[in-house]
Nanobody, 124 residues
Framework: QVQLVESGGGLVQPGGSLRLSCAAS????????ISWYRQAPAKERELVAS????????NYADSVKGRFTISRDNARNTVYLQMNGLKPEDTAVYYC?????????????????WGQGTQVTVSS
């Protein structure tokens, strides 16, 4: 059973930092791309950052480039999101996500799997 457990959220002042963690189990973590998404109230969920299986390729939303860093530790089955220079507009629930392949009637089907999310609030 795929499990993604986020932690590290909280309340921080503008300009502050937080490090989110996503602990994974139930799939081949070291072969999987992992992504961080966020969803603010009344807004659609948006991609924040992603990292490939070896960590060699990372991608970021324009709104967080230069402030956020995604990394992973395959020995610990954990992905991190270091967030610096936080702004009120970064306030959201942050989720990690991966896509696993399941078999349905013999056919490979991609299945997105999500964690439960962790709240990040940036406010003075």
């Amino acid at each position: 059973q795929v499990q993604l457990v986020e932690s590290g959220g909280g309340l921080v002042q503008p300009g502050g930092s937080l490090r989110l963690s996503c602990a994974a189990s139930g799939f081949t973590f070291s072969s999987s791309t992992i992504s961080w998404y966020r969803q603010a109230p009344a807004k659609e969920r948006e991609l924040v950052a992603s990292i490939t299986s070896t960590g060699s390729v990372t991608n970021y939303a324009d709104s967080v480039k230069g402030r956020f860093t995604i990394s992973r530790d395959n020995a610990r089955n954990t992905v991190y999101l270091q967030m610096n220079g936080l702004k009120p507009e970064d306030t959201a629930v942050y989720y990690c996500m991966t896509v696993v392949t399941i078999r349905w009637l013999g056919n490979p089907i991609p299945k997105p799997c999500w964690g439960q999310g962790t709240q990040v609030t940036v406010s003075s």
